[in-house]
């Protein structure tokens, strides 16, 4: 295996590239996956490691962070106005708990956040997109702070997995992640490449009460989805909400669109039978027949009020796409879960791009992330979501929790 220089300053082992979540910190994909070296035990003792040291991640690229007392001090010392707005409002959608968890760790240099142009993600430090993290109430897609404590979701999901050191080389939790654990990785993973694809995240590597791993539940949660039509449910269940929250609003919005559909296809059909396609004619006689056809549609319109019906059904094509697309926000976890595990871009309407479901493990990493941000906000959405998740996934739902409930038990007793 080869070596390379860790952030701890250490040769450590690593993946390479191309291998998708176990691969280093030069993996291909950053959205959500671990960007660590690893270390892996192989199961049979051979090639024994001992364990993995606690790696201490500090700030590590181009600008040095300037560490302080409290979120909003490090916020205004290393970051433009602009983008600090945004994410001292998005670390004001999280609860006293989250907001102190996640302040301790950026005001101590232990994840950084970086600003970007491009997407928001999570690869060692957590990088930024400003424009997702100060999304104004009611835009599409993203509550906010939804993307702050989701990346930081992902962050949780690897740092705690491996323990956690302060900024002076301190160990201030240990890892969570066990020998049983590992143990248990290598027994359920025949293949001991199937066990290092996994990356050493609590998501994927932590055991939990019912005898599987967060991920394996996910896995056989949405196996059982699948054979009890449990998907083809929820999108239906997503399409109805969406339609009647439209007819709310706007009682008449998709009769009017039918009745302009029927009208339009009436008249064309009517002037079919008037003026009926002519072939093996001179080029001025077709020309011309096509002509009257086209007259008489327009006659048609004109009498039938179907130009009236026509604009009248479209007048409100932007509120009704902002009502759907709210629906959608609510259903966009489930969305992503059954994108991922079913190798569907988007999945029904709202998730990651095709090619991310390939990272081994991308759906337990998704659902911590999302779990992450969804306990940390107390708005209604988080609340809508953490319902849909109790209906649909109550097995993953509940060993999420369980996981979460170790995860904070691990940081009440953190020596800060
Ligand atoms: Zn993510």
Redesign the pocket.
């Given at each position: 295996m080869p070596t390379k220089r860790n952030r701890a300053g250490n040769q450590q082992n690593y993946i390479e590239a191309g291998h998708g979540d176990a691969s280093g910190e030069y993996g291909d994909n950053a959205?959500?996956s671990n960007k660590h070296f690893t270390v892996f035990k192989k199961p049979d003792g051979e090639e024994k490691t001992t364990n993995e040291p606690n790696i201490a991640v500090t700030p590590n690229n181009d600008k040095t962070v300037e560490t302080t007392k409290n979120f909003e001090e490090y916020v205004d010392k290393n970051f433009k106005e602009e983008f600090g707005q945004g994410l001292k409002a998005s670390f004001n959608a999280g609860n006293d708990y989250q907001k102190d968890k996640l302040g301790y760790f950026t005001s101590n240099g232990i994840i950084k956040i970086n600003e970007t142009k491009g997407n928001s993600?999570?690869d060692g430090s957590v990088t930024l997109n400003q424009r997702q993290i100060s999304q104004k109430k009611g835009s599409f897609s993203k509550e906010v702070g939804d993307t702050l404590y989701?990346?930081f979701?992902?962050a949780y999901d690897e740092f705690f997995a491996k323990g956690i050191v302060d900024k002076d080389g301190k160990t201030i939790v240990e890892k969570m992640i066990t020998e049983e654990d590992n143990e248990k990785l290598h027994q359920n993973n025949k293949s001991f490449v199937d066990a290092l694809m996994l990356s050493g995240n609590l998501s994927t590597n932590k055991y939990l009460s019912n005898g599987k791993t967060l991920y394996e539940t996910l896995k056989d949660e949405c196996h059982k989805m699948v054979r009890g039509k449990v998907w083809d449910t929820i999108i239906k269940e997503y399409k109805e909400t969406a339609k009647q929250e439209v007819l709310k609003k706007f009682p008449d919005y998709y009769s009017n669109k039918e009745k302009a559909s029927k009208l339009r296809a009436d008249i064309e059909q009517e002037a079919r039978d008037k003026f009926p396609y002519k072939w093996n004619v001179s080029a001025s006689e077709f020309n011309a027949n096509e002509k009257a056809k086209r007259d008489y549609i327009e006659k048609r319109y004109e009498e039938t009020g179907f130009n009236q019906l026509w604009q009248k059904s479209r007048e409100n094509d932007f509120d009704v796409s902002r009502i759907e697309n709210e629906t959608l926000k609510k259903y966009s976890n489930l969305s992503d879960m059954y994108g991922i595990y079913k190798k569907i871009p988007y999945g029904f309407g709202s998730g990651h791009a095709g090619s991310y479901g390939k990272n081994k493990g991308a759906l337990a990493?998704?659902f911590f992330?999302?779990f992450n941000s969804t306990t940390a906000r107390n708005d209604d959405f988080a609340k809508a979501q953490m319902e849909l998740y109790e209906k649909y996934m109550p097995e993953s739902t509940k060993m999420a929790k369980e996981l979460f409930d170790l995860m904070d038990k691990a940081w009440k007793g953190a020596k800060r």
């Open positions: 959205t959500g993600y999570y989701h990346e979701g992902h990493h998704e992330a999302e």
